[in-house]
């Protein structure tokens, strides 16, 4: 009986340090429109993170472009406030989606993704920057 009560202890305590969560971060999928709402507080930080070149063609205003296939990614994000919200978005929603966990992994409290990207901005007849 003693025996079958320190496996069941151990057992336990094995199993509540596993769910452990590694990190308070809040990771949520945005739609256009909430994100739209999102971009207008003044503490957030957009973030592109397709290629220089899909950038320069066309961007959402006040966003900055951040490769997540660059080699730099991890010293650029470094450059973020980890406490302030950061959407990030992609053309589709993919490569956004790996990015979250990147930054979730960099300590960022708060990571919105949005969902479909770009091209669903685009499609919801949301504007873009586009080059001249």
């Not at 971009?39 to 397709?50: C, F, G, H, S, T």
């Amino acid at each position: 009986m003693k025996r079958a009560s320190i496996i069941l202890l151990l057992t336990l305590i094995v199993g509540f340090m596993s769910c452990k969560e590694s990190s308070n971060a809040e990771i949520k999928v945005v739609s256009p429109e909430e994100m739209k709402s999102l971009i207008e507080m003044d503490d957030v930080q957009l973030v592109d993170v397709r290629t220089e070149k899909e950038y320069a063609l066309e961007h959402i205003a006040k966003s900055q472009n951040i490769d997540v296939r660059s080699p730099n990614f991890d010293e650029e994000i470094t450059k973020l406030d980890k406490e302030k919200p950061v959407i990030v978005y992609c053309r589709s929603g993919k490569r956004s989606e790996k990015c979250v966990e990147k930054l979730k992994d960099a300590g960022f409290v708060k990571i919105y993704n949005l969902s479909g990207g770009i091209a669903k901005w685009k499609y919801k007849g949301l504007e873009v920057e586009t080059k001249s």
